[in-house]
């Protein structure tokens, strides 16, 4: 049926520190994904261009 992807821990471990810096983590977030924000990457923002275009018939 629908099987957990990752099986995560009941509990994460007292203490979390960082994969990329080695700090301890004390967000939530942060001790999951076991990244500090600032060793996150970001992703690149999305880049529209407006095209002009002609309405669909029946829109």
């Not at 957990?4 to 979390?16: G, T």
């Not at 924000?37 to 407006?50: H, T």
Request: proline residues 15%; contains cysteine.
């Amino acid at each position: 049926m629908n099987e957990p992807l990752v099986e995560l821990p009941e509990r994460l471990p007292a203490v979390v520190t960082c994969r990329g810096c080695g700090r301890p983590l004390h967000d939530p977030e942060s001790r999951m994904l076991r990244l500090g924000p600032g060793c996150r990457v970001e992703p690149e923002p999305v880049r529209r261009r407006e095209v002009a275009q002609e309405t669909l018939p029946g829109l």
